[in-house]
């Protein structure tokens, strides 16, 4: 009964979208203030239905109700209750409710933030979104039903996937999509501004603050999938360069442009037309992504299903996403004005520089995931693109990007004298410099390649400095800059100072633990001892443990160093019960500036294992650097200045809520 | 034509060309990080090259897994049904690697013909064939190959 409640909750939800799609659209053309007035009443209905529908699978998976064709095969009575709940979007059809719950989620953030916006505007935005909605409802409800019953209905599921019976994947996919289907606000913002015709600073101080909301939820689910796969595959690696990780990675890289364009369009009027190209593309990559994850063209884990009908599906609609909005474009690009003009340096120039780089590298990412196919499908042959090809594109084009990182929030707006410019420098360079140096000396870490990644770290960090310096003197003292940093505008410039921070810190994680990890694969038997990078690893053998729904083979590792103890792990390997598939839970020690991480391979005769001793130094930097820009993006959509209009409205009345926690919740 | 927009065109040119010969070194350095896989017919016929890296699919031949003692030297043979290719590897092997599952492995030919794997991938699934290996697989079987989307064993 419940399952069928939420199957009609989803055609509900479906009539609700074609009805927004239209109504708010049309009324919003030939002026109908009545029919421009539905959009946001739509909007909630919509988001009312698809919680029914979500809670309901949520509901058929803790009640292990295996009449359910989808709860039979994610399902099982034994797995904890938070793996029941993840278990929702664990595969296809359930990750594509919650992409449409999202979805949903953020159309009433739109609905419920935006009422200091022109009606027309809103009714706008939000009918393209509805037309983004049905498209997936009708996906969901025509070629992947997640209520679909099965009879006789199984006594037991077929669980999980045990790689995915993880805190860490429990929360990545609703993190990912949250910025996924965020960057569908960006997009929405585009296409209402090109039917309405004008694309004004205003547009782009409207769409700022969603931009870089979903850009942040976007950098924390990618985050959260590279620790994952950090300590969950058991070998110790956080980016493998697989297709579907650059599907995530892409949109993020677009999402990145997006974000320093928009505030170009904002300050200055400049970058229109590239701006609402990179909206374009970020959302197109956002699909493709999803196109490429879930159509099972690639396999990967990630590739739950590999149904032509689906695949062909999500591929005409990609077309008619991207071909309408090209074609819209096309119509209104002539008519956008130009924006305010700027000389050869100033902030435009470096700022439009970092864009044309962004776009270089996500088009060389593009290739590399595409290659593979395109070569299948003209028969030239079967290849893979080596990861070494995207590691040293990467390392051409980031110092680039580095270097004009650093200097453009020194450079001003419009013109820009390169004498001041390089005085400020000044100092940085030489810090920079030297610093690089010493540590390429062969005293110090002896390669040339750290002493540049240290080097422009370092640039990023005195450039950051010295900015932070002239802004408290300008403001006069620190405490003008706390109620700043508190009160009043400026957020928006601290964002950039922590993502930019994070950038830093992120390099310096990457360049110490590809430059300076230790890997060992070893045979050792119990009670041998080996030394690793200072580090001495004592094997006391492997006895049998139970899990809740896995039996595991568990070593014990006792690591210490100079005498003292430093750690005892507990690496498994792991069978479980439905599924039989061997899995290994890998022992780390983590700490600020090294990990030691230990994983089991396989047993040998007389008792020997084959294990993994790994010394991964500072490669927590990599994700904290990650969560930083993270921050960095929150700091900055809680400018005050987005909703100054709001606040002037709602004077009197207690202060509104923050857009960004409440997008946060929903 | 104005200062200004002489100026602008003379940034964007720069701005161009400077990204046309990165792009430029990219795409060259593309070509020679590509990676073709290979069946072991192919391998055993000589069409796959000597001194080059290239991918190597087929399923382990059940009793072939030999661990040479005292490291973690595996030796195994690698098949499309057709023909053999011996393979070795030093070092963990994946969770899921077993005889008669489909693998693909990374690495070179040595003079003697036996392939030295740098990377052995089995996938994380039981039911997944690496879609290179089905299609060889088919392509042994019938003479010719068999399209695209492989998803399960045979």
């Known amino acids: 009964m419940i399952p069928e409640l939420g199957h009609f909750a989803l055609i509900l939800a479906l009539c609700l979208a074609i009805v927004q799609s239209v109504f708010p659209l049309v009324g919003s053309l030939n002026r109908t203030p009545s029919w421009v007035a539905m959009a946001r009443p739509l909007a909630y209905g919509q988001f009312v239905f698809l919680a029914i529908a979500f809670a309901a699978l949520v509901y058929a998976f803790l009640s292990d109700d295996f009449s359910v064709l989808y709860v039979a095969q994610n399902g099982n009575t034994e797995l904890p209750t938070i793996y029941k709940v993840s278990a929702v979007w664990g595969a296809h059809e359930g990750s594509l409710l919650l992409w449409v719950f999202i979805l949903s989620a953020w159309m009433i953030a739109v609905a419920a933030f935006t009422r200091s916006l022109p009606e027309v505007m809103v009714a706008r935005v939000l009918s393209v979104m509805g037309m983004i909605s049905i498209g997936f409802l009708s996906f969901l409800l025509f070629t992947s039903n997640p209520f679909a019953r099965i009879f006789p209905a199984p006594l037991q599921g077929g669980e999980l996937n045990p790689l995915l019976q993880d805190f860490g994947l429990a929360v990545h996919p609703p993190m990912l999509y949250m910025g996924y289907v965020g960057m569908s606000v960006a997009f929405s913002f585009a296409i209402a501004a090109l039917i309405g015709g004008k694309l004004d600073t205003a547009w782009a101080r409207w769409s700022r603050p969603w931009t870089l909301v979903a850009w942040m939820f976007l950098s924390i689910g990618i985050v959260l999938g590279s620790w994952w796969a950090y300590y969950e595959l058991g070998w110790g690696g956080w980016w493998f360069w697989d297709p579907v990780e650059n599907a995530s990675f892409m949109p993020w890289l677009a999402g990145t442009a997006l974000v320093h364009s928009l505030a170009v369009t904002e300050k200055r009027g400049a970058f229109k037309r590239w701006t609402v190209l990179l909206a374009l593309l970020a959302f197109s990559l956002s699909l493709m992504g999803t196109f490429l994850v879930r159509s099972g063209v690639l396999t990967s884990v990630h590739a739950f299903a590999s149904d032509p009908a689906r695949g062909m599906f999500i591929l005409a609609f990609l077309m008619i996403v991207i071909g309408g909005s090209l074609f819209l474009y096309a119509l209104r690009a002539p008519g956008i004005s130009r924006g305010g003009g700027f000389g050869i340096l100033s902030r435009e120039t470096l700022l439009l520089g970092n864009n044309l780089l962004l776009i270089v590298i996500t088009s060389l990412v593009l290739l590399g995931t595409l290659a593979p196919l395109l070569y299948d499908a003209f028969d030239w042959g079967k290849i893979s693109v080596g990861f070494p090809w995207f590691n040293s594109m990467f390392v051409t084009f980031t110092p680039l990007m580095i270097l004009l990182m650093g200097a453009a929030p020194l450079t001003r707006w419009k013109h820009q004298d390169g004498g001041e410019l390089l005085r400020q420098l000044r100092l940085a360079l030489l810090i920079s410099v030297v610093a690089g140096v010493i540590v390429a000396l062969p005293f110090a870490a002896g390669t040339w390649s750290a002493g540049l990644a240290v080097g422009l770290s370092m640039w990023l960090l005195t450039t950051l400095l010295t900015s932070a310096w002239r802004r408290l003197r300008h403001r006069g003292g620190i405490r003008a800059i706390i109620a700043d940093f508190a009160s009043r505008g400026g957020r928006s410039y601290y964002g950039m100072w922590f993502a930019h921070l994070g950038v830093a810190v992120f390099v310096i994680g990457v360049t110490f633990v590809t430059q300076f990890d230790v890997e060992k694969d070893v045979r050792m038997s119990p009670a041998q001892e080996i030394v690793v990078n200072g580090y001495r690893f004592r094997f006391d053998g492997v006895s049998p443990h139970e899990g809740p729904n896995y039996l595991a083979q568990r070593g014990t590792v006792h690591v210490s160093r100079n005498g003292r103890e430093v750690a005892v792990l507990h690496p498994e390997k792991r069978t479980y019960k439905v599924q039989t598939r061997p899995m290994t839970e890998a022992g780390i020690d983590a700490s600020l500036f090294r990990d030691i991480y230990v994983s089991l391979g396989e047993p040998l005769d007389g008792g020997d294992w084959a294990l993994r001793l790994y010394y991964k130094p500072m490669v927590r930097w990599i994700w904290l650097g990650g969560l930083l820009m993270a921050f960095g993006g929150l700091l900055a959509a809680s400018d005050p200045r987005y909703r100054l209009r709001m606040l002037a409205k709602l004077s009197g009345k207690a202060a509104p809520a923050d857009p960004l926690t409440a997008g946060g919740q929903a | ?154």
């Open chain 2, 1 to 154: 034509m104005n200062p200004v927009r002489r100026k602008r065109l003379i940034l964007i040119g720069l701005m161009v060309a400077g990204i046309a010969i990165a792009v430029g070194f990219a795409l060259n350095a593309f070509n020679q990080n590509l990676m073709f896989f290979y069946a072991p017919s192919e391998v055993v016929a000589g069409d796959a090259p000597v001194d080059h890296p290239f991918r190597l699919g087929g399923l382990v031949t059940k009793g072939s897994v030999q661990r040479l003692p005292n490291g973690l030297t595996t030796r195994f043979q690698v098949t499309d049904m057709a023909k053999t290719v011996t393979v070795e590897y030093t070092g963990i092997l994946p969770d899921l690697f077993r005889e008669g599952q489909g693998i693909v492995a990374h690495g070179k030919l040595n003079t003697h013909g036996v392939f030295i794997a740098d990377e052995v991938l089995a996938k994380h699934d039981e039911n997944y064939m690496p879609p290179e290996v089905a299609d060889a697989l088919m392509k042994s079987k019938t003479g010719k190959p068999a399209n695209g989307t492989a998803g399960t064993a045979p």
